[in-house]
């Protein structure tokens, strides 16, 4: 998990929507409570937005620079899987490296 501590070199922001109460969200809010704080430690300037919102399907959302935003549907998935997206996210923000 070393992409951890240079998520903030290529996402500008990370967001997590889930419902409080759905059961389709449980694996996202137990992803939420068990990582949020060391994401954050590693990363204090990265915004790590976390919305609740009755009914709404879990998602994962980041935002690169320029404005570009993609979003991963996290329905279904583990925990594991989650923070298998998450990486996958980050690193299709790095800088493309010189050939």
Do not use: H
């Not at 990370?14 to 409570?33: D, H, N, T």
């Not at 954050?40 to 879990?58: A, D, I, T, Y």
């Not at 998935?77 to 996958?88: S, V």
């Amino acid at each position: 998990m070393a992409w951890r501590g240079t998520l903030s070199r290529s996402v500008k922001e990370i967001r997590v929507l889930f419902c409080q109460s759905s059961p389709a969200s449980a694996a996202a809010r137990e992803f939420v409570k068990k990582n949020y704080g060391d994401i954050k430690s590693r990363n204090p300037s990265l915004p790590f937005l976390v919305r609740e919102c009755s009914g709404v399907q879990p998602q994962l959302w980041a935002r690169y620079e320029m404005g570009v935003e993609r979003c991963v549907n996290l329905d279904g998935l583990t925990e594991a899987q989650i923070d298998k997206k998450l990486e996958e996210l980050a690193k299709a923000g790095e800088p493309a490296k010189a050939k």
